[in-house]
């Protein structure tokens, strides 16, 4: 087996590992209204809901920040509910929607919620042009018309006009985005520097009207939060949230038997089986939106062949590592949308058929395999997953190198195009279906230079100006049957024609001690709530 590691990957991962061990003295016996989270953060580059586009950060952006709608946690099927915005309509031609602000809402600082800070606010997330961007951006807002496009009337009105006439639940749930979430415009403002939309200063400190606000963050190790006891939704029975960056579960879950942390987000099958005759802990499971998969860069003259992909897709286990490695927490699932989703596909075309596979290398002029490189971030069950398909491909005479790093390493060279193969988790950014559709199967400039870094079929160079097409079609037709087939049919196209293969949906098990109640995190359609928890 080749293994290569980035070094400072290796470095840090043994350093958190010494850090955890000796966690004890530190965090032993975590108070009644402490709660103490271990959690996997490295993926985390920016605390700015403006840029933050990764798992742990999305987390932290749910707790420290309010948009204009929201979920109820206790009942997420409800779908979309009023937030820092009480109410809106939407003119008859469906393009412009205006939002009335809900009264005395206030931020932190102490400052009034206002239009003007949601205008603000939606404004700097185009302006800005970071990787979410394009959640508002396909809505046809850019720098040069965000100041008639997004608009405050008054105090209490939000005016927002879009390019084209969308499904308005489409819209709506865009707004739950993180992107999309209201900061405090006069804080903001106050430490911009050189019309960096005060950037710099978000990435590190926080500005919102959530349940909390940012204590302190050190990269790859802790954040801590602090409570806001005026918070409008409810009074948080924590008033503080520390959460911890413990890499590996074998520490998480002995940090949970020793009572050291309330909640253990990244246990194994294994660890999840171990604890489970343990009447002080207890185990939730939560069918979440994520989707496991790999994908090829389609700028590799090898990889770029349509067989060669199709052939890959018959040298993967997927059945075999769920029911090892992967047990009770990821099912298989060959499909960009997650089950539960407008438009869900269960069909399951692929298995593991080393006969197939290797006819199909044959006809693509590649009999005796070749060499490629896999990254993979350092997570002990993606190196699994990229162990299980190093092997299976050998079988074909692929013979695979594997690269390990952080999240932010890892993430790196994924959206600067500089890797063949890439395994790793994408989860919705909104309850829609065009969330995953916009990424996985459109990709409107294929230039390098496009850096359209939030589409993941750009970021594997895939230029599909058909599927971009259908994809903008679907998301404008308004007959909720008519798009729900319309996705169906692009996820069956996309099945066989894509450099991605679908592989699994995660079931997230997550870990906590018995008297720790209200941690929800977020089903398929958000993220983790923090204030909702009481011990």
């Known amino acids: 087996m080749k293994i290569k590691k980035l070094l400072k990957g290796l470095v840090f991962a043994t350093a958190v590992s010494a850090t955890a061990l000796s966690a004890s003295a530190t965090f032993a016996g975590t108070p009644d209204n402490v709660l103490v989270v271990a959690n996997r953060i490295d993926d985390i580059v920016s605390l700015d809901p403006q840029e933050l586009f990764e798992f742990a950060g999305s987390d932290y952006a749910n707790n420290v920040y309010d948009t204009l709608v929201v979920f109820d946690p206790n009942d997420l099927s409800k779908g979309y509910q009023p937030g820092l915005a009480e109410s809106w309509s939407i003119s008859e031609d469906g393009k412009t929607f205006t939002f009335k602000m809900a009264k005395g809402r206030k931020f932190h600082s102490g400052n009034t919620v206002t239009a003007h800070d949601a205008a603000f606010s939606l404004q700097r997330a185009v302006a800005m042009k970071k990787t979410p961007s394009f959640i508002l951006t396909q809505f046809g807002f850019n720098a040069d018309n965000i100041g008639a496009t997004i608009k405050a009337t008054d105090d209490n009105t939000l005016v927002v006009t879009t390019d084209a006439k969308y499904a308005p639940s489409f819209v709506l749930n865009c707004f739950t985005a993180v992107i999309s979430s209201i900061v405090d415009s006069k804080v903001v403002k106050s430490h911009e520097v050189d019309g960096d939309w005060g950037n710099v200063w978000l990435q590190t400190n926080s500005a919102g009207s959530g349940a909390y606000s940012l204590v302190n963050w050190k990269p790859n190790q802790s954040y801590k939060l602090k409570v806001n006891g005026d918070y409008w939704q409810k009074k948080p029975a924590m008033k503080s949230v520390i959460v911890r960056h413990i890499a590996e579960s074998a520490t998480q879950r002995l940090l949970l038997e020793k009572g050291d942390i309330d909640v253990a987000r990244n246990l194994t099958p294994t660890d999840v089986e171990g604890i489970s005759g343990n009447s002080d802990l207890a185990v939730d499971n939560d069918l979440r939106g994520r989707i496991m998969y790999i994908s090829m860069n389609q700028k590799d003259p090898i990889l770029s062949k349509p067989k ?104 790196g060279k994924y959206r600067a195009r500089d890797f063949q193969i890439y395994v790793g988790a994408w989860g919705p950014d909104y309850p829609d279906p065009h969330t995953n559709a916009d990424t996985f199967a459109s990709n409107p400039d294929n230039r390098d230079e496009a850096k359209l870094t939030g589409k993941l079929a750009w970021r594997n160079s895939w230029d599909i100006a058909g599927m971009t097409a259908q994809t903008k079609a679907a998301v404008q037709e308004t007959d909720n049957a008519k798009r729900a087939q319309m996705y169906i049919d692009i996820q069956k196209e996309h099945q066989v024609s894509s450099p991605f293969v679908e592989m699994f949906q995660k079931n997230e098990q997550t870990g906590r001690q018995a008297n720790v109640k209200g941690f929800y995190t977020g089903s398929a359609v958000t993220q983790v709530f923090y204030w909702t928890v009481t011990k």
């Open 308 to 411: 060669v992909r199709e052939a890959l897709r018959y040298l993967i286990d997927y059945e075999g590592m769920t029911s090892s490695f992967l047990k009770g927490q990821y099912v298989v699932h060959q499909a960009f949308l997650p089950l539960t989703y407008m438009g869900e596909l269960k069909d399951k075309p692929f298995s593991l058929n080393l006969a197939k596979a290797k006819k199909l290398l044959a006809e693509a002029g590649h009999a005796d395999g070749f060499d490629a490189e896999i990254i993979v971030r350092n997570a002990q069950e993606r190196i699994q997953i990229a162990q299980s398909i190093q092997n299976t491909f050998k079988q074909a005479g692929i013979n695979i190198s594997l690269t390990q790093g952080t999240g932010k390493q890892i993430l």
